[in-house]
């Protein structure tokens, strides 16, 4: 049984974050605390306006978030951890090799593919990851 999951990108103000809202969403009733952190997190900043503004779009408050440097420690308290493309993946394994065998690829139950990050990009790039990361949490959900 998973009590600590953590979803882990580059800047924790986009992708991570996101997914950890989605996920507190869909599994508000359950008792599994969630998180989010990046490998080279914008600490203490706020998520990124559009990605915010999405989720508001669907009725999800973000505001709360700020952004988190990721440690061994998080990588080794967590009981999963989600990183948004492979080369997170590898670069959490070096960072806590203790850890691998509970760190995977958001997008595992999918395609397996990298949720592409959309700093700084136009609203259709943070459109198409905010639709991956919710189909990615969706495939999570059976299994938690």
Known sequence: MFKRILTVCIGNICRSPTAEY???QR?????????SAGLGALAGHSMDTTAMQLLAEHGIDGAAHRARQLTPAMLREADLVLGMEKSHVDAMVRLAPEASGKIFIFDKWLQGRDIPDPYRQQRVAFDHVYGMITQGVDSWLRYL
């Open 22 to 24: 989605l996920f507190r």
């Open 27 to 35: 599994l508000a009733p359950r008792d599994i605390q969630l998180s």
